[in-house]
């Protein structure tokens, strides 16, 4: 499997990152707010840790695709 | 060094020690001295987080290495770190805060057993100690480097300093000097990019001249047969191992997150880490690719980082930058002496001593704080003679850091891994990780393997082994897709 990897270009691994990090998106957005914000009893929007994440992933998908 | 640059450095020194000593006063027992009385807000905490991570390694060598490879050293940042660090604020921490543990090895005996909780904390410590002996030595060389100092001054005085509030200021302590210490880092950090973006007449003039000498050095990715950092070994063995291995199982790490005043500053923290962590490659990559473009005449791409720090900046800033690497060491050094602590006071003595007394552990605690930063000082000189510590070190993490990946994985997220089947997978996956140190395969590989094997080892054993009952898993596993009379 190593050796199969290895004959891939270089360029794969932009696009292996960005799936990695679409499929993080769909997962993070999967878990429930209840889960995230335990404790908090009316949480605000800006505590909805989920789209801090999505913030994240947003700015790693431009990193990977321009670099 | 200009006298400018010296008032800043004893102006950085004597804040530090006064911010760190304001804490002394509040540590009252062990909880306050290791989790800081569970009162830390997340932006204190996230910036602390950065400050334990970036550590002689990621200062000077990153430099080095991206004077030498480009762009990808930046992966350690972004691919080898964001994904594991919003798991493990989503998923890992409100997990480790639930159970109510001070550590990552009281998790694991809860989990699976009090065998696997002193193993793990053992093996973790030993390394500690290797690695604060290495941090205090860097830090060392840097003060003789710049201020002349011999190397023993060097050790005594960092060394007293680092002592002087973390042993008595305890996480809080640590926590808010890293905080501070991080703003200046990242201040400097800036201070370098602009003004060498401004010597060199602009970006675009900066990364054509960048890549028309060196056309991979602006890409993050490098050919898979590129011996240093291919890109598959990369993604494998940084991304999908080691590094969530690192942000969901490192002590030092997740100490001052559960030292956090609620489950939700806890998991923000991390959050707001990684945010900082995605602008860390200004303050550590930007650096060798700029001493590359300037072409500075150095024989060795660890010195670009300081080469930068005396030609681009003015007197003044050098000195805070100078500072900033101090500080870089220094938040290292603290953050591991006081987790190192922890576990040795609470994961290895609560279980070997029967007869412990838990109201003796804030004392415990200090005096170990105290024998950890003795014993770093003592390893510090002879640090060099080792020659190839570095690589001892990284050799030595990715022989356990495979199996206590399986283990938190599986344990955390399945109920079927069962206390002997982590045991034996913990003995057995370390022994593989040992084996495969004498073939030929590249260091991310190793622990990519063993990671698998372990995985597969945890889930085989636990089909014919006893796990623990549902009421103990219900606190120890995280289900966030149960029902909410289930979590």
């Known amino acids: 499997m190593i050796q199969w990897f290895q004959n891939m270009p270089a360029e794969w691994g932009n696009y292996v ?30 505590q909805d840790i989920r789209l801090w994440a999505m913030a994240l992933i947003a700015l790693q998908l431009v990193i990977y695709a321009v670099f | 060094m200009h006298t400018l640059d010296l008032v800043v450095i004893a102006g950085y020194v004597l804040l530090i020690i006064f911010v760190g000593l304001r804490f002394a006063g509040r540590v009252k027992n062990a909880h306050d001295f290791f989790l800081a009385g569970r009162s830390l807000t997340w932006w204190v905490i996230g910036l602390s987080i950065i400050g334990s991570n970036i550590d002689t390694n990621s200062y000077v060598g990153a430099s080095g290495n991206a004077y030498t490879i480009g762009l990808a050293q930046a992966n350690f940042e972004w691919i080898g770190a964001i994904p594991a660090m919003i798991i493990a604020s989503l998923i890992f921490i409100p997990l ?10 009281e998790y694991m005996g809860l989990r699976y057993n009090q065998a696997v909780r002193v193993v793990t904390a053992l093996i973790t410590s030993v390394f500690a100690v290797f690695a604060m002996g290495v941090a205090m030595w860097a830090l060392a060389l840097v003060l003789e480097t710049y201020l002349g100092w011999p190397i023993w001054l060097s050790i005594l005085i960092s060394g007293t300093v680092v002592g002087l509030y973390s042993i008595t200021g305890g996480l809080a302590a640590v926590a808010f000097t890293d905080a501070l210490q991080v703003s200046i880092m990242f201040f400097c950090g800036i201070a370098i990019v602009a003004l060498g973006i401004t010597e060199l007449g602009g970006f675009s003039e900066f990364s054509s001249t960048l890549t028309r000498d060196n056309p991979d050095h602006l890409s993050v990715y490098l050919p898979a047969d590129h011996p240093q950092s291919p890109w598959p070994g990369v993604i494998l063995g940084l991304g999908i191992v080691l590094s969530p291995a690192y942000w969901i199982a490192s002590q030092s790490i997740l100490q001052r997150s559960l030292g956090a005043k609620s489950q939700w500053d806890a998991s923000a923290s991390m959050m707001f880490a990684a945010f900082a962590k995605t602008f860390v490659p200004l303050l550590i990559i ?39 690497v101090i500080a870089a060491l220094q938040s290292s050094i603290d953050s591991s002496i006081n987790s190192t602590s922890l576990m040795i006071t609470r994961d290895i003595r609560h279980v070997l001593l029967k007869q412990h007394d838990p109201a003796q552990d804030l004392v415990i605690g200090r005096w170990i ?22 690589v001892f070190l990284q050799t030595g993490l990715s022989l356990f850091q495979g199996p206590m990946l ?20 913990l003995i057995s996956g370390v ?3 040992a084996a495969l140190q004498f073939t030929d395969l590249n260091f991310y590989y190793i622990a990519f393997i063993s990671f ?19 009421d103990q898993l219900a606190t120890l596993t995280y289900r966030p897709f149960a029902r909410e009379s289930n979590s």
């Open chain 2, 452 to 470: 698998c094997y372990s995985m597969l080892a945890i889930w085989s054993i636990s089909a014919f082994t006893k796990g623990l009952s549902a």
């Open chain 2, 96 to 105: 480790y805060w639930r159970a109510g543990v001070y550590s990552i090895p």
């Open chain 2, 431 to 433: 022994g593989l990780a």
């Open chain 2, 406 to 425: 399986a283990l938190l994985l599986l344990g955390a997220l399945s109920q079927r891994a069962t206390p002997s089947a982590g045991l034996w997978t």
């Open chain 1, 17 to 46: 990152s960005m799936l990695l990090f679409l499929a993080l998106a769909l997962f993070v957005w999967q878990i429930p707010l209840s889960k995230i914000a335990a404790g908090l009893a009316a949480p605000k929007k800006w």
């Open chain 2, 369 to 390: 704080s105290l024998i950890l930063l003795l014993a770093a000082m003592l390893i510090a000189p002879f640090i060099s003679d080792l020659g190839g510590i570095f």
């Open chain 2, 286 to 324: 930007f650096p060798g690719l700029l001493a590359l473009v300037m072409q500075a005449p150095i024989d060795d791409s660890d010195k670009a980082l300081p080469w930068i720090i005396k030609n681009v900046l003015p007197p003044g800033l050098s000195g805070l930058m100078f500072v900033a």
